[in-house]
């Protein structure tokens, strides 16, 4: 191997063992746990037979995720949403508190802020024709 | 001050990263050539992946990639063990004995030189310095071997297969013999001097190396820098010239 061969090699050797380090470094930095705070939907699930809702549908709410900063990169575009399970709810005003399982996030991902805390919904019977 | 507390996040990371790249950049000169090119990109590939794995919440790829890499640590160790006992044990020498390397070789060139004056045997030796020497030199044998004066005295042997032509020293190491080195076209040179230190005036016209010349015909030896013939009364001499002209970093 000439002198001149050796040395581009020397260079390659360099420049790659610096893309490792970049890399390392990044892996180490994603796993560092931050926050995100997303405006999500509200969908109620399957209302409980023979009720309506008599509420105006409930706005977006906004949740502050926590968790690895590598899960949070990508949650924005994964569609977060809140789904409510209101199946068991009895007619009349009720407050439902939105919980962590309702947003179907990553298991390493915790909410930890939810505004407003909770969700006002108005159900009421359906009239039989 | 508030500046500086409210950028030491930043700094701190910068920090690790500038770390990070100095212990891997030192860690990769361990590895040569191609395998080390491969050794770094399969790594790298291997980090990429697990990165692409965690974004993409790919949990089976992931567990694969990090299982490779946990496991790399311990292969790249069985692999290299043998280079990692020599790093472990040439980061026990001392400085001191580095620069005792270096004087050793001018010291070998010497004892050689002047083995060769005694007994009347023409050489011709390049150190490079500087400026490479490679692109000036037309055939020669590659060699690659401590700088030893009893090698050397056995190259210039006049039974020698390569004993018609200059020794090439590079980097403290004998890489290369019976090389033919371009003539000086000056001609102001004396016609008295024969092709050995013509071939010394001549590549030292185009490059900064040092070429050490014996006459077979008067038994004396000269130094060439730079076009320039210095004679050389003995052996001391020629050792306090070489030692002002090559800087340890040119042998190292």
Known sequence: MTQSKSHEWAKGVSALAVVLAVLIWLSVMLERTGEITLTVPVYLGQLPPGMILASPAPADIEVTVSGPRILLLLLPLHGVACDLDVSALGPGEVKVAPREGNFHLDRELKVVRVLPATVPLVLARAEKK | ?252
């Open chain 2, 1 to 252: 001050m508030n500046l500086f507390l409210q950028n030491i996040g930043v700094l701190r990371d910068l920090l690790d990263l500038s770390l990070a790249v100095l212990i891997v950049t030192r860690l990769s000169r361990f590895l040569k050539g191609i395998l080390a090119l491969r050794i770094l990109a399969v790594l790298s590939a291997l980090v990429a992946g697990h990165l692409f794995a965690r974004l993409l919440s790919l949990q089976t790829v992931r567990i694969l990639i990090d299982t490779c890499l946990a496991s790399s640590v311990m292969a790249l160790a069985v692999i290299f063990q043998t280079d990692i006992r020599k790093a472990f044990a040439t980061w026990t020498r001392s400085h001191t004995e580095k620069d005792v390397e270096m004087s050793d070789v001018i010291d070998e060139l010497v004892f050689a030189v002047a083995g060769l004056c005694q007994k009347r045997i023409g050489a011709l030796i390049v150190i490079e310095r500087g400026i490479q020497v490679d692109s000036y030199l037309a055939v020669g044998t590659d060699i690659d071997a401590k700088v030893t004066s009893e090698l050397i005295s056995s190259i210039f042997l006049p039974y020698s297969p390569i004993h018609d032509g200059a020794v090439i020293i590079q980097h403290g190491k004998l890489t290369k013999a019976g090389c033919f080195l371009p003539l000086t076209q000056n001609l102001e040179v004396s016609k008295s001097l024969g092709t050995r230190h013509r071939a010394a005036m001549g590549l030292s016209e185009l490059v900064d190396a040092v070429v050490v010349v014996v006459s077979e015909e008067t038994g004396t030896a000269s130094v060439v820098v730079g076009g320039k013939k210095t004679d050389v009364v003995d052996p001391p001499s020629l050792g306090k010239t070489l030692r002002r002209l090559v800087e340890p970093r040119w042998l190292k």
